[in-house]
């Protein structure tokens, strides 16, 4: 997938341990939208209380599937 310079997107990848790794990907790194991918990632990978939330709206989105 080939991006425009206005465009990026973040890479999420589980491994065969279910751990969680996050790439950016980005058509300008430097600019606004490659700046917020690596600000989410960085808050994805380090902020605990970010990662509890996203687990409880997934469980939450589940509970409603089923």
Known sequence: MELKSN???LILT???NDE???D???GDIDGLTGLICQAIAQKLMQDGQFQEELMEMLE???GDDG
């Open 20 to 22: 969680i790794t996050v």
């Open 60 to 62: 939450e989105e589940e």
């Open 24 to 26: 950016v990907a980005s």
């Open 7 to 9: 465009q990026s997107a």
């Open 14 to 16: 589980i491994d065969e």
